[in-house]
């Protein structure tokens, strides 16, 4: 085919794209999509084990639309949908983090809103919900917010008062699917950690004045009794 053999302007696209591919071991700004016959007989050799979408055929269901958007945004499909909503789960190492931190699973695809279009100033943004791995505390909650609000880190097209925690998403009402991938993504997660982080500061401090008020309850109780012996009705 061209693409092996380099002629013509596929050639040189090949060229271009084989370059950025392994010198810069960058497997996924350029998708691949397939439109007709097989993988292995219509991709070029440097491609066949590389990640792609499949669109041959004429009709395309749900799924192969979900599976470039994967590719497109490097999230990962969860196949199984719980309690008919499908969630698109972010495949970051906050995977394997600790059970007691909150971490985004994903964005909730069925309940994104549709924008309004009608040429009206920011008619072309809508809703993005983000399931959560669990129902936040309200201590959380007001901490994320806070935190998006005057972020650690953000960039001039971050958008300030969107953020809002219900349940157990977060919603960010007010943007779109591809302000999340450039400029939201990181945001979002650093706004998940210092949550975590006020959270765990909170409940310590908690803690320690809880542990502090209950030995001096102790205390004052072995006070009582130790001097109850000298007090006498006779």
């Not at 090949?14 to 497997?27: A, Q």
């Amino acid at each position: 085919m061209k693409s092996d053999k380099r002629l013509g302007g596929v050639g040189y696209e090949e060229s271009i794209i084989t370059g950025e591919v392994f010198n810069n071991r960058d497997n996924r700004k350029f998708i691949p999509v397939l439109r007709r016959g097989t993988w292995k007989e219509s991709a070029p050799s440097w491609l066949t084990s590389k990640v792609y979408s499949d669109f041959s055929g004429n009709s395309f269901d749900n799924e192969k639309y979900q599976e470039l958007f994967q590719n497109i945004i490097d999230f990962k499909v969860d196949p199984v949908k719980k309690n008919g909503t499908q969630v698109i789960n972010n495949t970051t190492k906050n995977d394997n983090a600790d059970s007691a931190n909150i971490r985004i699973k994903g964005i909730i695809v069925d309940e994104v809103t549709v924008p309004k279009m009608d040429g009206t100033r920011g008619s072309g943004l809508y809703a993005i919900p983000f399931k959560l791995s669990k129902i936040p505390s309200s201590i959380w909650a007001e901490a994320f917010v806070n935190s998006w609000n005057s972020p650690p880190e953000w960039s001039s097209m971050h958008r300030f008062g969107i953020a809002r925690v219900t349940g157990d998403k977060i919603i960010l009402d007010g943007t779109t699917i591809e302000e999340v991938e450039k400029h939201h993504k990181k945001t979002l997660l650093l706004c998940v950690e210092v949550a975590n982080k006020k959270e765990q500061e909170y409940f310590q401090k908690k803690s320690y004045s809880e542990t502090l008020e209950q030995k001096r309850i102790d205390a004052h109780k072995k006070s009582v009794i130790d001097n109850m012996s000298k007090i006498t009705f006779d």
